[in-house]
């Protein structure tokens, strides 16, 4: 079950924040794949693994206060979100885990994040080997050589959890 502290919780375990709407919807994707996650479903959307649970769940933690959501625009003038907690960390047995598993999602950008849980998605949807070649068809303008290898990196990093 789900809900409203969810967010705050990874937030706190994550030093705090997320900065991005895809990131944080593909740090929980990847928890949830990991079996360390919250219960959220998720269904293939234009970038990527996408849940409309987790998104209604984040705009409940901040109309609770529980999270602070900033807007903030970037160099080319395009808006982003920044995600706070404002809530007291609180520790769970799987705390752990999911902090390991944050340290590793933080260390790659955002696109390499979602070429890597859309392949992953295809795959468990049943693309099977063919999910790397139908991610970089639907992602054809962000599917370069070089960052979908640091997407494959990625979920081998991830496998050792």
Do not use: C
């Not at 502290?5 to 929980?28: P, S, Y």
């Not at 933690?61 to 706070?84: C, E, I, M, W």
């Amino acid at each position: 079950m789900t809900n409203s502290t969810d967010i705050a919780k990874i937030l706190n375990l994550n030093g705090g924040e997320l900065v991005g709407k895809t990131r944080l919807q593909k740090t929980f994707y990847f928890l949830e794949r990991l079996g360390i996650g919250f219960g959220y479903d998720f269904q293939y959307y234009h970038y990527g693994p996408y849940s409309e649970e987790l998104t209604i769940s984040a705009q409940d933690s901040v109309a609770l206060g529980f999270v602070n959501h900033d807007k903030r625009v970037g160099t080319r003038s395009q808006l982003y979100s920044v995600f706070q907690s404002l809530l007291k960390d609180e520790r769970d047995p799987l705390d752990a885990s999911r902090k390991h598993a944050l340290k590793i999602l933080a260390g790659y950008d955002p696109i390499s994040l979602e070429l890597a849980a859309t392949a992953d998605f295809l795959e468990s949807a049943g693309y099977g080997l063919d999910a790397w070649s139908e991610t970089a068809v639907r992602k054809s303008s962000k599917a370069t050589p070089e960052r979908i290898e640091k997407a494959k990196k990625l979920l081998s990093d991830l496998q050792g959890l």
